[in-house]
């Protein structure tokens, strides 16, 4: 009897990035299994046997990318509030595809596609730790607002929007700027 063949981490991290890149280019619903495979090099195979289907692949897709934003800003936490908002713009400026995969709603239309909560909220921990550390009245409220502040600038920029004459960076930092100052200083 033949053995199943293995597959190896590299080749599920693989199917990964080249999954968002998919989804975020032709949709969800256009996203075969078929050319995911094809395009990482492998057959449907191994989807199946390191996911299960379209669904938990959709759905591990989005998991990976909060896994790996929330490592981003894990590490920028000792340096603090800023650190955090500068590890934001720099995390979704190299993986656009996740980010619009993740803060998109992209993957919503596909039934069997139900992402972890608890991997979104945990990505958030280390912002809320810093604006707790500056003394906020209402952690939850600050530190939602403070996401709405530079996903939206981050989310315009990746859409192509012109900075109105100004650099990107320039109006990241202005949007850093009126973060702190909204905030008490610890």
Do not use: N
Request: glycine letters at 10%; hydrophobic letters at 50%.
């Amino acid at each position: 009897m033949a053995r199943p063949p293995v597959y190896d981490e590299a080749l599920r991290e693989r199917l990964l990035e080249v999954t968002a890149e998919i989804v975020a280019r032709d949709g969800a619903s256009r996203a075969a299994l078929r050319d995911i495979a094809s395009a990482a090099g492998t057959s449907t195979s191994a989807v199946y046997a390191l996911f299960g289907g379209k669904g938990e692949l959709l759905a591990a897709v989005i998991e990976h990318g909060f896994a790996s934003f929330g490592a981003a800003q894990r590490e920028a936490a000792p340096a603090g509030l800023r650190a955090l908002g500068v590890a934001y713009r720099q995390w979704a400026l190299g993986h656009p595809a996740l980010y619009r995969l993740m803060f998109g709603g992209a993957l919503e239309s596909v039934a069997d596609c139900e992402p972890d909560p608890a991997s979104a909220s945990a990505s958030l921990a280390p912002l809320q730790a810093a604006i707790a550390a500056r003394g906020a009245a209402d952690v939850g409220v600050s530190a939602v607002a403070v996401w709405a502040q530079v996903h939206g600038a981050v989310s315009l920029e990746l859409t192509g929007m012109a900075g109105h004459g100004t650099s990107w960076d320039e109006v990241y930092d202005a949007v850093l700027d009126a973060v702190e100052r909204s905030l008490p200083a610890g």
